[in-house]
């Protein structure tokens, strides 16, 4: 399968709430409660969406892959890190979001939306960039590791009503990915 890799515009924000939605479920079950993922809104994700793909910060970037029928089923996202939460990240980017549909999985889309996201960093005078994930997900600490990120610290937060544990990735410096 071949994917399209581009900017998201505002157009985009419903599409991407879908697989947003989607994505959790398909991705977190077994992770997260079945109850709360089961009460994920694509209005309110929607609404979210619309919001973030208004900003304005040059820093900022959202990336949309298409399948062959133009239809997204993937994103990511990133900008300057953010100082939400009581670890700091210490990077100077931070990838906010990056989910793809199962459908879409392991066929490269991922490592493409990071090294369109990377470019994006290098491009604004980015050295490093991070992210947090959820420690038991696996999945995609083999992915980040792949790409070469490192692990780093842990914090425990209440997320869908229950208590998770998430670990931080750092590049640094980013790296270039062909
Ligand atoms: C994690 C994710 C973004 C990876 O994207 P992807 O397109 O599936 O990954 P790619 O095909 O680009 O994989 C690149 C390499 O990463 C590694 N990798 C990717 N997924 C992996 C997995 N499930 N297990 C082990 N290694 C994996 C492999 O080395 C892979 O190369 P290979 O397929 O040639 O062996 C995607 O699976 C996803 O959206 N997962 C669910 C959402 C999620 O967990 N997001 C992270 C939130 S912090």
Known sequence: MSFHVAPATVADAEAIARVHVQGWRESYAGLLNPAS????????R??????????????????VGRNREGE???FAAGGPVRSEGAEPLGTDAEIYAIYLLDQAKRRGLGRTLMAGLFGHFVGHGF???GLW?????EAARRFYETLGGLAGPE????????RVTEIVYRFEPIPVLA
Do not use: F
Request: aromatic letters at 2%; proline letters at 2%.
């Open 37 to 44: 993922l089961a009460g994920l809104s694509v209005e309110e």
């Open 72 to 74: 997204i089923v993937g």
């Open 46 to 63: 929607t609404r979210m969406w619309r919001q973030n793909l208004a900003e304005t910060d040059p820093g900022r970037l959202a990336l």
């Open 127 to 129: 050295a490093s960039a």
């Open 155 to 162: 914090q425990e937060l209440e997320l869908c009503g229950q």
């Open 133 to 137: 994930v959820l420690k038991d997900n």
